[in-house]
């Protein structure tokens, strides 16, 4: 596709429940990033991806959190046990790499809301 | 540690008037700034951007302003518009360095 896209766009579970949430990244990007927004906050960092080096994880707030991306392709990021707390839009974003120049084009989010 | 900050997290001015949004980092490492537009209910948008070999980009109504010395940047618009109001998101990376996000600053430009 021509842009980043997150499925689902909007995700209601109960509380206690795994949710996963997608993401496709640009053809050929080869970083990957997921954000939170929780109302009324600002980018929460979540996690990075840089090609095959391990991810930089120092963003995910509980080990209930995990992602996942196989090589330059799409990523998935898991809640595990949702907490009410967990309620916030995710964002992903891909670029070409980091450097300069590099801009990150972001997806619509998955807006996730725990009942 | 947050490395971008934007320490005003909401911003009013009147339509016409200039806009200037503020982000203050604490890498010196970073040599590429950015700024992002966000409306409720979507993902940000790219704006403009500025390398650490200049001071100045301008782009239409927006110009952003880079003082390395001061670790600042700042984004200007001009003249503001009602459909400016969006929260504005600065941006910070470089070489081996991700892209670091500051807060975000609720812009509400009134008519």
């Known amino acids: 596709g021509a842009g980043v896209s997150q499925s689902p766009s909007n995700k209601v579970t109960e509380k206690g429940k795994d949710v996963e949430l997608r993401c496709d990244p640009i053809s050929g990007h080869t970083a990957l990033y997921w954000y939170r927004q929780r109302l009324g906050q600002g980018l929460e960092f979540l996690i990075y991806?840089?090609?095959?080096?391990?991810?930089?994880k120092s963003g995910l707030p509980s080990d209930r959190f995990s992602a996942e991306r196989t090589g330059e392709s799409v990523s998935t990021l898991t809640i595990q046990r949702t907490q009410q707390e967990d309620s916030a839009v995710y964002l992903c974003?891909?670029?070409?790499?980091f450097g300069t120049g590099t801009q990150a084009f972001f997806g619509q989010g998955t807006r996730l809301t725990v009942v | 540690d947050q490395q971008v900050k934007q320490n005003s997290p909401s911003l009013s001015v009147q339509e016409g008037r200039i806009s200037i949004l503020n982000c203050d980092y604490t890498?010196?490492?970073?040599?590429?700034f950015l700024w992002y537009k966000k409306y409720p209910a979507e993902g940000p948008t790219f704006l403009i951007s500025?390398?650490?070999?200049?001071d100045k980009n301008e782009d239409g109504r927006f110009t952003v302003f880079l003082n390395k010395s001061a670790k600042h940047l700042s984004l200007h618009i001009v003249p503001s518009q009602p459909g400016d109001s969006a929260v504005y998101f600065c941006?910070?990376?470089?070489?081996?360095?991700?892209?670091?996000f500051g807060k975000g600053t609720l812009l509400t430009v009134n008519p």
């Open positions: 500025i390398s650490s070999i200049k």
């Open positions: 941006a910070a990376g470089g070489s081996n360095y991700k892209l670091t």
């Open positions: 974003a891909s670029t070409f790499s």
């Open positions: 991806f840089q090609g095959n080096s391990a991810p930089d």
């Open positions: 890498n010196s490492m970073f040599d590429y």
